[in-house]
């Protein structure tokens, strides 16, 4: 009995009008699950607990983020495919443009052109004895890798996240010596990216080009590469990752997940879910646990669009859960949520996400997969950091502890 | 969105002729807030853990009992409105009637006459190079505190708490020689109590006028000072507390919340809990989070009396839910109880109490505010060291925890 986790980022959700996109949505698939499974609703992290993707999945893969969590900079690092040391400090980075001391576009237009070779400039730099790599990402997005000795994620974003503030001074956020230092080689490279960048030919080529410039590095979220205890080694099973979200990539290449890469998945509403289901499907022969992660729904609950998340579910449902029924054998389904985003806050929440497990499961009275309906399901409220376990038991893989 | 938390003390129960209380009572307001927010069922300090009112309000703002509390003495002194320091000892204390050796009235007849001298005959004393600082409560109530170098709470009680008993020795209930110390401390000032007390003018006069002489201090429930981040930094809002019984104010004193006081507010089943919603309302205005306690239900139980329960349960329903209920504004209202105390055993019991939470939330079809009703909410079973993070979040105050 093999297991597929299917997480619908940001999929759970508040009353708009009396109702949840779950429930207003028509989704006869997943109303399958839930009718013919065990439901329940779920904490990802703990109850009250609002948590971000990275930290809610390390919870559902089982590893408690209290304990391994200092940051996204390494997963964001590791989903773009870098290769990071223990000890590293990762941080993700926007190239942003300043005007006059200000942050006039925190991402200098959304335009990448050129972005590769300035990249390139501040790779390879060394600041007080430490290696500095930086790698271009997607669009406006580049990580940041401090290589060296006594370093620290400890410390504060330069990244103002409002438009037209100054760019902030990093700050060390303890009395570790090793973070004063982080701190002030951040500070450093952010000077250094404004000497750099400012003057560069690409970026008078892009003014002339009616482009703003990319004349500053803005970072936020460092965080340190720790050791995770891999996934394959920890439970025994061979698990595989499909999605398309850099942070949840990296989260998953941290555990030592094999990543299956799927054309035309984009981590947007426009993502071709379909053909992640099928990747879904065909990995399930060579693999005991795939994990498959659609992040549209959390994509049109940060836009605050009701109808937009109601339609991504019905074309979750018709594209991914129906195809995987149809072709299901031997495999346990989970369907759940990695936390809730409410249309009405349009930022991740607390409140607990459904869940449903069709396998050898105690079934219940539950008949539809929504936030409401599961709570009264057999599984009754349940932390997330205890669902691989929960899972390695339904498939009769759990260790006996005890005699 | 501002939180208003009632605590009614003691009010969840068992059956009694196959109802409790709750079920018994006739209180639309209760039911109310049942019907339209969501419900379910809450172990204030954990499932099985028979809790005190004060580790139960402890946790019930999110200070883990197990962390925080080493006996209620240092809370009683608070709430009657003492300073402690750090690494004082507090013990409550009660003026007690001491003949042939037994105690035979604990609470010397409850008559207060002259126990405020009495009390300044005590305050004031050097003990083994240790402060003695005494002081008269409400009724034949005192604390005592100690103040000084290496001191202990681990010490057990004088006070036999059973009737003609001999009082008893206080003794180190570890092998740290701090505990020997305060044992030592506690009993050389048990001997003073009935050498200064018993000769003393005032209990001449006592007896003369027929009534008990106050002619020793018991004492009991030592604890020390210790620091207890504030409420208003910890959850970055303001808190307020209206509650009339010394212990919880004592606790809430300890996070640093502001009491409010309330004339007639007696904490028993007669007291003016009509003033004390409007002093709730009232508050609401110039505070995120006001907690309103009412004492009457816990008393009627441990008088055993359910109809005076039952009684209490409805004048709570109309003096405090339906003007609270009435003047609802932008406030996040949450029912419950701090533990049960069943009218059959008269004692605090461990299990859960009914919890609803009216506000933006994910309602059920739970339609009355009882024990059992409240079972089958969408809240499911909570911890109660859980709740203020997920208030916290259902007013969208909470703090992200990863990205």
Known sequence: MKILLIICDGMGDRLIDGKTPLEAARKPNMDFIAKNGITGIMDSVGPGVRPGSDTAHLSLFGYNPF?????????????????LRKGDVALRCNFATLQNGKVIDRRAGRDEFGLEELANELDGMEISGTEIIFKKC????????????N???NVSDTDPEIKNAKPLISKPLDRNPDSTKTAEIINKFTQ?????????????????????????????????????????????????????????????????????????????????????????????????????????????????????????????DGEVIKPILE??????????????????????????????ILGDVRTDSVERFTERECAMGGLNRI?????????????NRAELFGA
Chains 1, 2 share one sequence.
Not at 386 to 395: A, E, K, R
């Open 67 to 83: 304990d391994f969590y200092t940051g996204r900079g390494p997963f964001e690092a590791l989903g773009a495919g870098l290769s």
């Open 138 to 149: 997607s669009g406006h997005r580049a990580v940041l890798i401090l290589r060296g000795e």
């Open 151 to 153: 370093l620290s994620a």
């Open 192 to 316: 250094k990216s404004i000497e750099i960048l400012g003057d560069h030919p690409i970026n008078k080529e892009r003014t002339k080009m009616g482009k703003l410039p990319a004349n500053i590095i803005l970072v936020r979220g460092a965080g340190i590469q720790t050791h995770l205890p891999p996934f394959n080694h920890r439970y025994k099973i061979k698990g595989a990752c499909i999605s398309a979200t850099t942070l949840i990539r990296g989260v998953c290449r941290a555990i030592g997940m094999d990543i299956i890469g799927v054309e035309g998945a984009t981590g947007h509403v426009d993502s071709n879910i379909g053909g992640k289901a099928n990747a879904a499907i065909n990995a399930l022969k060579s693999y005991d646990f795939v994990f498959l992660h659609i992040k549209g729904t959390d994509e049109a609950s940060h836009d605050g669009n009701f109808d937009l998340k109601k339609a991504m579910i019905e074309r979750i």
């Open 327 to 356: 072709n299901r054998k031997d495999v346990t389904i989970v369907l759940t949520s990695d936390h809730s985003t409410p249309i009405s806050i349009r930022q991740h929440s607390a409140d607990p996400v459904p869940i449903a």
């Open 383 to 395: 932390c997330g950091i205890h669902l691989m376990g929960i899972l390695l038991d339904l498939t």
